[in-house]
Each structure stands twice: as structure tokens, then as C-alpha cells.
T-cell receptor, first 108, second 119 residues
């Protein structure tokens, strides 16, 4: 099956810093989503981004489907950004395959 | 519009007992999915309903797990008998496939999850 790899696995930032999280996938996909799992364990939709670039406040994401990767940018990070960020991809059968996640810790 | 809801939020049971998790999808969403995250590992797909039919249950770990979606609305996931390795967070998601410009969109919306602890 399709492989989804996220990097880095762990990231520690000082508040105010910028970061880039990467998601590589091994096959063509129909859809890609980025999620943030907050400290309470809830999965929050960040972006639905099968291709192109989207921005939402301090967050933006870019997916280059032809090169099989997606990037999540976090600018001016805040302590509330801490948590695990998951990338998930969907092929033709509608179930999503998740990466192992990037654990982000933002220190005050 | 209400989001995906799951009940209970937490469940603590003993090995050998039975637990039933419930998921209410977003109204109008035909697709319903179950996923789980076990022991801090990656989130894995369990199964997919389209309305009341099981579209794909290839991720179900074994026959101790039974999912139903009677009437194509809410879904239940029963674990019987529960084992220690079943502990984890069980997520439900729903979606409504849309087509625009020849491309299909199937954004999945996740519920808050049920944290299951088997002692």
C-alpha cells in the first residue's frame, strides 16, 4: 500500500519561530489533508489540499502532487500550536492513510 | 451545522468485557469511517461505510470487532471481548463526496475520538 512519511518526527521551537513540516507519499493520491491533534487528543482539520497552496492565518500548506509531497508552514508559532501534526492521503478507495505525525513543542 | 460526535469520550473496561462505541456523522454524509490510534502509533484505518453498506473493512484487526450502521445514520463499533492491545483512541470521520469540474472532493471531518483503556 501507499507509504506516507512525515518529517521531522519531533520539532521543538521557541515561540515566534517559523517551521516547515513535510509529508512525502509513495504513490499518486486523490486527496490530502493536514490535521492537528491537540493536547486533548482531538483531530482538527487544518487543510484539505490535494494540490496547490492554501493559507489560513499563520498556517499555510502546499501540495505538489506530481512530486508527491506536501508542506505545512507555521509562522510566528505560539504555544497553542503544540501537538502532533498528521498528514493523511486518500487514493481511490476513499480511506485515508496517515503518516506517523510530527510532534511539535512550542516553548514560551 | 453540527460536527461529527462520538460517545463516550472515555471508556475504561477490564479485559474480557464488551464495549460499544458510537459515532454520529454530519447530517447528509453518506461516508462514515472508523480509525484508531493504538499506543501512540500512527492512526490506522479500520473500515468504511457508504450509507449502511460496508465499503471496505480491510483494516478491522480481527473478529472481536464488529461495526454496524443500521439505517445509514449513526454507527457503532463493538469490541467483544476486549483485549489489552485494543487500548487507544478510536476516531470516526464522515464525508460527502462532491464532484466539480470532473474532480471529486471527499474531505473527511473527524470526531473528537473515544479514548478506550482496557485494564
Amino acid at each position: 500500500g501507499i507509504q506516507v512519511e512525515q518529517s521531522p518526527p519531533d520539532l521543538i521551537l521557541q515561540e515566534g519561530a517559523n517551521s516547515t513540516l513535510r509529508c512525502n507519499f509513495s504513490d499518486s493520491v486523490n486527496n490530502l489533508q493536514w490535521f492537528h491533534q491537540n493536547p486533548w487528543g482531538q483531530l482538527i482539520n487544518l487543510f484539505y489540499i490535494p494540490s496547490g497552496t492554501k493559507q489560513n492565518g499563520r498556517l499555510s500548506a502546499t501540495t505538489v502532487a506530481t512530486e508527491r509531497y506536501s508542506l505545512l508552514y507555521i509562522s510566528s508559532s505560539q504555544t497553542t500550536d503544540s501537538g502532533v501534526y498528521f498528514c493523511a492521503v486518500e487514493q481511490n478507495n476513499n480511506d485515508m492513510r496517515f503518516g506517523a505525525g510530527t510532534r511539535l513543542t512550542v516553548k514560551p | 451545522e453540527a460536527g461529527v460526535t462520538q460517545f463516550p469520550s472515555h471508556s475504561v473496561i477490564e479485559k474480557g468485557q464488551t464495549v460499544t462505541l458510537r459515532c454520529d456523522p454530519i447530517s447528509g454524509h453518506d461516508n462514515l469511517y472508523w480509525y484508531r490510534r493504538v499506543m501512540g502509533k500512527e492512526i490506522k484505518f479500520l473500515l468504511h461505510f457508504v450509507k449502511e453498506s460496508k465499503q471496505d473493512e480491510s483494516g478491522m484487526p480481527n473478529n472481536r470487532f464488529l461495526a454496524e450502521r443500521t439505517g445509514g445514520t449513526y454507527s457503532t463499533l463493538k469490541v467483544q471481548p476486549a483485549e489489552l492491545e485494543d487500548s487507544g483512541v478510536y476516531f470516526c470521520a464522515s464525508s460527502r463526496e462532491l464532484t466539480s469540474g470532473g474532480h471529486s472532493y471527499n474531505e473527511q471531518f473527524f470526531g473528537p475520538g473515544t479514548r478506550l483503556t482496557v485494564l
